[in-house]
């Protein structure tokens, strides 16, 4: 029996919702399989935690979390709260105390999803985005000085190591080698316009392709990269990012899959030293809270992902193809184009892996 604990951070908004559902859905899972089991410790941790204890967390919430086998969040901010206080005070140092410095986000067209791009399928669009997770433009190095006065200004310095450079394009190409269909990277860049970190970063991609002859390479500007995500996502089979690029990429990835109601991601230690953390792509949606309409494929899929990195890849299979089954019942919530509320999206999940897992 393979048991895991797992720390539950619903988090804000519809974070709560969709976490619920994930759950569920791991809940099935271990009931009709048998040779997995889970157990949550959930933690209040959010903006509400803030208006109460005025921090995001506990001063040991590290501490707490850094003994489960990983964690699955919902979202985090909301208004009342500015973002750079709530996302400061808990999701970004989970990600990087944990040296979480990949973050994994496929970009696939379920069956039975129409996609925005007419007349592409899922077999045009199936690719990964891999966006470094630690460091990049998301440095906190920087400062803001004579506030208030004519002089008022801010800088924030952008950080690129040889370490965490290295090791994000490592784990691209070894993907890329190992389970990429083309067996191709994408690198995004802007080296015309960014002079320093983005020339390194290019150097870095050339050098690490050499360890991986097999794999063919390519490094794109960000901008032409984004105009490609629309006009012929076919050719993308592992793309690699920037922190900030890879977190614009992968909302604009889940626009043309059918949108951020779907889109997961999984903040990965490959070391395993850390627990990894799972959560969907989209945040709390303060503008449909409350309504039990949230999609909650996103956190479902999350949940696939989970099961995959646990090393329970039929699990993980036969989520996905719950999933789909659902979708292509039209069984979905609004931002799909159904009438389905969040928990009944979730529930019918359940019922679809029951007949599968049997
Ligand atoms: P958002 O992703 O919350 O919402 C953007 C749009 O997508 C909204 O119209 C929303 O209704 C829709 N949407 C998102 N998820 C959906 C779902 N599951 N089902 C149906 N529709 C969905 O982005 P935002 O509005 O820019 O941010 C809101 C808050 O969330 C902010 O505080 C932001 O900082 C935070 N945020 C947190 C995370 C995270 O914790 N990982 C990620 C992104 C944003
Ligand atoms: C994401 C989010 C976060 C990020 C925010 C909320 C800090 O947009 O996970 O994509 O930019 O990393
Ligand atoms: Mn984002």
Redesign the pocket.
């Known amino acids: 029996m393979d048991h895991y604990s797992i720390a539950l951070i619903p988090?804000?908004?519809?974070?709560v919702d969709?976490v619920r559902e994930g759950t569920k859905v791991l809940n099935t899972v271990s009931e009709l399989h048998g040779g997995i089991s889970f157990d949550y410790k959930e933690f209040d941790w959010s903006c509400e935690y803030y208006a109460k204890h005025g921090r995001m967390m506990p001063e040991d919430g590290l501490e707490q979390l850094k003994d489960f086998d990983s964690i699955f969040?919902?979202?985090?901010?909301?208004?009342g709260v500015p973002?750079h206080v709530?996302?400061w005070g808990l999701?970004l140092p989970i990600r990087r105390q944990f040296e979480q410095y990949i973050n994994l986000r496929p970009v696939r067209l379920l069956q039975g999803i129409q996609s925005p791009l007419a007349g592409k399928t899922s077999k045009d669009l199936d690719f990964i985005v891999i966006r470094e997770n630690n460091e990049g433009e998301y440095s906190n190095i920087g400062g803001r000085i004579y506030e208030g006065t004519d002089a008022d200004m801010a800088i924030q310095n952008s950080v690129f190591t040889r370490k965490g450079v290295e090791r994000v394009l490592r784990y691209a190409f070894d993907l890329a080698q190992k389970q990429g269909k083309r067996k191709h990277v994408t690198a995004a860049t802007k080296s015309n316009g960014i002079n320093h970190t983005m020339p390194f970063w290019d150097e870095y991609v050339k050098k690490i392709n050499q360890e991986y002859p097999d794999v063919t390479s390519n490094i794109v500007h960000i901008d032409a990269l984004a105009a490609f995500f629309v006009s012929k996502p076919e050719t993308m089979d592992i793309v690699v990012a920037s922190n900030l690029f890879g977190d614009i990429l992968t909302?604009l990835g889940a626009a043309i899959v059918g949108?951020?109601?779907i889109a997961p991601?999984a903040n990965i230690n490959p070391e395993k030293k850390y627990p990894s953390m799972f959560?969907?792509?989209?945040?709390?949606?303060?503008?449909?809270a409350g309504k039990g309409?949230?999609?909650?494929?996103?956190?479902i899929w999350c949940t696939s992902m989970m099961l995959d990195h646990l090393g329970h890849p039929e699990s993980a299979k036969a989520i996905i193809l719950a999933m789909e089954e659902v979708i292509q019942e039209k069984f979905v919530?609004?931002?799909l184009g159904g009438h389905a509320t969040t928990e009944q999206v979730g529930n019918r999940i359940c019922e679809k892996l029951k007949t599968r897992l049997k």
Not at 11 to 15: E, R, S, T
């Open positions: 988090g804000d908004g519809i974070g969709v969040l919902g979202a985090v901010g909301y208004p973002d709530s996302l999701l909302d949108g951020l109601g991601s959560e969907p792509v989209h945040g709390s949606a303060p503008d449909i309409i949230a999609n909650p494929l996103a956190s919530t609004p931002d």
